[in-house]
Protein backbone atom coordinates (compact mmCIF):
# COMPACT_ATOMS: atom_id res chain seq x y z
CA UNK A 1 0.00 0.00 0.00
CA UNK A 2 1.48 2.96 -1.10
CA UNK A 3 2.60 5.58 1.56
CA UNK A 4 1.23 9.29 1.02
CA UNK A 5 2.62 12.33 3.16
CA UNK A 6 0.96 15.52 3.67
CA UNK A 7 2.50 18.85 3.60
CA UNK A 8 1.51 22.33 3.84
CA UNK A 9 3.98 24.47 1.78
CA UNK A 10 4.80 28.08 2.15
CA UNK A 11 3.10 28.24 5.47
CA UNK A 12 3.34 31.69 8.25
CA UNK A 13 6.42 31.89 10.42
CA UNK A 14 4.40 30.46 13.05
CA UNK A 15 3.12 27.12 10.94
CA UNK A 16 -0.35 28.31 9.81
CA UNK A 17 -2.17 28.61 6.62
CA UNK A 18 0.06 27.07 3.59
CA UNK A 19 -1.29 25.31 0.75
CA UNK A 20 -1.38 21.27 1.06
CA UNK A 21 0.49 19.35 -1.04
CA UNK A 22 0.23 15.27 -1.15
CA UNK A 23 3.74 13.39 -1.81
CA UNK A 24 4.63 9.47 -2.71
CA UNK A 25 7.63 8.99 -1.86
CA UNK A 26 7.74 5.96 -3.55
CA UNK A 27 5.51 7.55 -6.59
CA UNK A 28 5.81 3.84 -8.60
CA UNK A 29 3.65 1.91 -6.09
CA UNK A 30 0.99 3.71 -7.55
CA UNK A 31 0.52 2.89 -11.37
CA UNK A 32 1.11 5.76 -14.28
CA UNK A 33 -2.25 4.70 -15.71
CA UNK A 34 -4.15 5.30 -11.74
CA UNK A 35 -2.28 8.84 -10.95
CA UNK A 36 -4.42 11.43 -12.44
CA UNK A 37 -7.30 9.41 -10.63
CA UNK A 38 -5.79 9.08 -7.54
CA UNK A 39 -4.75 12.76 -7.57
CA UNK A 40 -8.49 13.92 -8.88
CA UNK A 41 -9.69 11.64 -5.38
CA UNK A 42 -7.61 13.44 -2.95
CA UNK A 43 -7.85 17.11 -4.44
CA UNK A 44 -5.34 18.61 -3.32
CA UNK A 45 -4.30 21.57 -5.93
CA UNK A 46 -1.36 19.10 -6.65
CA UNK A 47 -0.32 15.91 -5.90
CA UNK A 48 3.77 14.26 -6.85
CA UNK A 49 4.64 10.97 -7.17
CA UNK A 50 8.66 9.89 -6.98
CA UNK A 51 9.47 7.73 -9.35
CA UNK A 52 13.60 7.77 -8.29
CA UNK A 53 13.95 10.00 -4.88
CA UNK A 54 17.75 9.88 -5.04
CA UNK A 55 17.98 11.39 -8.59
CA UNK A 56 14.91 13.47 -7.96
CA UNK A 57 12.86 12.19 -10.80
CA UNK A 58 9.21 13.34 -10.18
CA UNK A 59 5.46 13.48 -11.82
CA UNK A 60 3.00 16.24 -11.13
CA UNK A 61 -0.80 16.26 -11.08
CA UNK A 62 -3.32 18.78 -10.33
CA UNK A 63 -7.26 17.29 -10.26
CA UNK A 64 -7.35 17.41 -13.50
CA UNK A 65 -4.08 17.72 -15.61
CA UNK A 66 -0.51 16.54 -15.54
CA UNK A 67 1.60 19.50 -14.98
CA UNK A 68 5.58 20.11 -16.54
CA UNK A 69 6.58 22.39 -13.73
CA UNK A 70 4.75 23.40 -11.09
CA UNK A 71 6.57 25.68 -7.29
CA UNK A 72 4.61 24.54 -4.82
CA UNK A 73 4.88 20.60 -4.97
CA UNK A 74 8.68 21.27 -5.96
CA UNK A 75 9.40 23.18 -2.83
CA UNK A 76 7.59 20.74 -0.50
CA UNK A 77 9.21 17.34 -2.19
CA UNK A 78 12.61 18.65 -1.69
CA UNK A 79 12.11 19.60 2.17
CA UNK A 80 10.41 16.10 2.28
CA UNK A 81 13.23 14.12 0.76
CA UNK A 82 15.87 15.99 3.11
CA UNK A 83 13.66 15.01 5.95
CA UNK A 84 12.39 11.59 5.28
CA UNK A 85 15.43 10.17 3.08
CA UNK A 86 18.26 12.18 1.95
CA UNK A 87 18.80 15.90 0.23
CA UNK A 88 18.98 16.33 -3.45
CA UNK A 89 20.45 19.03 -5.28
CA UNK A 90 18.00 19.21 -8.28
CA UNK A 91 15.04 17.98 -8.82
CA UNK A 92 13.79 16.33 -12.38
CA UNK A 93 10.06 16.69 -13.32
CA UNK A 94 8.85 16.78 -17.29
CA UNK A 95 9.86 20.62 -17.52
CA UNK A 96 13.69 19.74 -16.94
CA UNK A 97 15.94 19.94 -13.97
CA UNK A 98 15.61 22.63 -11.34
CA UNK A 99 17.99 23.04 -8.79
CA UNK A 100 16.72 22.84 -5.17
CA UNK A 101 18.40 23.53 -1.30
CA UNK A 102 17.01 23.82 2.08
CA UNK A 103 19.10 27.23 3.94
CA UNK A 104 20.17 27.40 7.47
CA UNK A 105 16.47 28.86 7.93
CA UNK A 106 14.97 25.58 6.81
CA UNK A 107 13.26 27.51 4.24
CA UNK A 108 13.06 25.13 0.70
CA UNK A 109 13.71 26.34 -2.19
CA UNK A 110 13.83 25.87 -6.07
CA UNK A 111 15.12 27.79 -9.10
CA UNK A 112 12.83 27.73 -12.07
CA UNK A 113 12.94 29.23 -15.76
CA UNK A 114 10.30 31.74 -16.44
CA UNK A 115 9.42 30.02 -20.00
CA UNK A 116 8.07 27.18 -17.60
CA UNK A 117 5.23 29.43 -16.59
CA UNK A 118 4.21 30.53 -20.34
CA UNK A 119 0.83 29.15 -19.58
CA UNK A 120 0.65 32.11 -16.74
CA UNK A 121 -1.20 35.68 -17.35
CA UNK A 122 -0.04 37.94 -14.64
CA UNK A 123 -2.57 40.75 -14.05
CA UNK A 124 -1.90 43.42 -12.27
CA UNK A 125 -4.41 45.79 -10.25
CA UNK A 126 -3.60 49.46 -8.41
CA UNK A 127 -4.82 48.55 -4.78
CA UNK A 128 -4.87 45.33 -2.78
CA UNK A 129 -8.43 45.52 -2.52
CA UNK A 130 -8.99 44.75 -5.76
CA UNK A 131 -7.63 41.42 -5.76
CA UNK A 132 -9.57 40.69 -2.70
CA UNK A 133 -12.75 41.75 -4.33
CA UNK A 134 -11.82 39.12 -7.36
CA UNK A 135 -15.11 36.66 -7.05
CA UNK A 136 -12.65 34.12 -9.49
CA UNK A 137 -10.61 34.17 -12.75
CA UNK A 138 -10.98 37.57 -14.27
CA UNK A 139 -11.71 37.61 -17.86
CA UNK A 140 -12.82 33.87 -18.22
CA UNK A 141 -8.73 33.57 -18.21
CA UNK A 142 -8.25 29.95 -17.53
CA UNK A 143 -4.24 30.49 -15.54
CA UNK A 144 -3.88 34.09 -14.06
CA UNK A 145 -1.67 36.00 -11.50
CA UNK A 146 -4.11 38.57 -9.86
CA UNK A 147 -1.57 40.87 -7.80
CA UNK A 148 -0.79 44.75 -6.49
CA UNK A 149 1.43 46.11 -4.25
CA UNK A 150 1.08 46.01 -0.52
CA UNK A 151 4.32 48.29 -0.19
CA UNK A 152 5.99 48.83 -3.26
CA UNK A 153 9.34 50.18 -1.73
CA UNK A 154 9.67 46.94 -0.18
CA UNK A 155 8.17 44.80 -2.25
CA UNK A 156 5.51 43.22 -0.56
CA UNK A 157 2.54 41.99 -2.81
CA UNK A 158 -0.73 40.91 -2.51
CA UNK A 159 -1.54 37.82 -4.75
CA UNK A 160 -4.51 35.56 -5.89
CA UNK A 161 -4.20 32.79 -8.56
CA UNK A 162 -6.75 31.35 -10.23
CA UNK A 163 -6.83 28.27 -12.30
CA UNK A 164 -9.85 27.11 -13.42
CA UNK A 165 -7.68 25.34 -16.33
CA UNK A 166 -6.24 22.73 -13.86
CA UNK A 167 -9.83 21.84 -12.12
CA UNK A 168 -8.27 24.82 -9.37
CA UNK A 169 -10.71 27.48 -8.49
CA UNK A 170 -8.42 29.37 -6.20
CA UNK A 171 -5.00 28.20 -5.44
CA UNK A 172 -3.51 28.92 -1.65
CA UNK A 173 0.22 28.99 -2.77
CA UNK A 174 1.40 29.25 -6.27
CA UNK A 175 5.19 28.76 -6.47
CA UNK A 176 5.23 28.96 -10.64
CA UNK A 177 3.25 32.23 -10.11
CA UNK A 178 6.13 33.60 -7.59
CA UNK A 179 8.93 32.47 -10.22
CA UNK A 180 6.87 34.25 -13.06
CA UNK A 181 6.35 37.14 -11.26
CA UNK A 182 10.12 37.79 -9.58
CA UNK A 183 11.68 37.12 -13.01
CA UNK A 184 9.06 39.74 -14.94
CA UNK A 185 9.49 42.56 -12.07
CA UNK A 186 13.35 41.28 -11.61
CA UNK A 187 13.41 41.88 -7.72
CA UNK A 188 13.10 40.03 -4.70
CA UNK A 189 9.20 39.97 -3.59
CA UNK A 190 7.32 38.63 -0.22
CA UNK A 191 3.84 37.28 -1.72
CA UNK A 192 0.80 37.10 0.83
CA UNK A 193 -1.27 34.80 -1.13
CA UNK A 194 -4.69 33.29 -0.75
CA UNK A 195 -5.95 32.81 2.76
CA UNK A 196 -2.43 32.36 5.00
CA UNK A 197 0.32 31.66 2.68
CA UNK A 198 4.01 33.69 2.68
CA UNK A 199 6.16 33.17 -0.82
CA UNK A 200 9.87 34.60 -0.79
CA UNK A 201 10.88 35.14 -4.56
CA UNK A 202 13.79 36.57 -6.11
CA UNK A 203 15.89 36.84 -9.73
CA UNK A 204 18.39 33.88 -10.11
CA UNK A 205 21.47 33.25 -11.94
CA UNK A 206 21.06 33.12 -15.84
CA UNK A 207 17.63 34.56 -16.68
CA UNK A 208 16.20 32.22 -13.57
CA UNK A 209 14.00 33.21 -10.65
CA UNK A 210 13.67 31.49 -7.36
CA UNK A 211 10.74 31.10 -4.83
CA UNK A 212 11.10 29.44 -1.12
CA UNK A 213 9.04 29.28 2.32
CA UNK A 214 8.95 27.06 4.87
CA UNK A 215 6.87 23.46 4.43
CA UNK A 216 5.64 21.56 8.05
CA UNK A 217 4.09 17.78 7.34
CA UNK A 218 0.56 17.40 8.90
CA UNK A 219 0.25 13.66 8.22
CA UNK A 220 1.75 10.46 6.69
CA UNK A 221 -0.42 7.55 5.89
CA UNK A 222 -1.30 4.08 4.04
CA UNK A 223 -3.54 4.92 0.90
CA UNK A 224 -5.26 2.20 -0.32
CA UNK A 225 -5.63 1.79 -3.78
CA UNK A 226 -8.96 0.79 -5.85
CA UNK A 227 -8.69 -3.00 -7.73
CA UNK A 228 -8.75 -0.83 -10.85
CA UNK A 229 -5.96 1.57 -9.92
CA UNK A 230 -3.86 -1.65 -8.85
CA UNK A 231 -4.78 -3.31 -11.90
CA UNK A 232 -4.39 -0.31 -14.35
Keep these: MPRLHVLRVFVEADGSGGNPLGVFLDG???PEAARQAVATELGFSETVFVDDAVAGRLRIFTPAVELPFA???LVGTSWLLARERAAVEVLR???GEVPTWVDGDGLSWIR???????????????????VDALGGAPDGLGF??????EDEAAGHVRARVFA?????????????????LAAAL????????????????????????????????????DHPLTQGDRSA
Excluded: K
Design 28 to 30: AEV
Design 71 to 73: GHP
Design 93 to 95: PPA
Design 112 to 130: GRPEWTSSLELRRYGRPEE
Design 144 to 149: VDTWAY
Design 164 to 180: PAAGIAADAATGLAAVA
Design 186 to 221: GRSLRIRQGAGSLLLARPGPDGTAEVGGHVVLDEAR
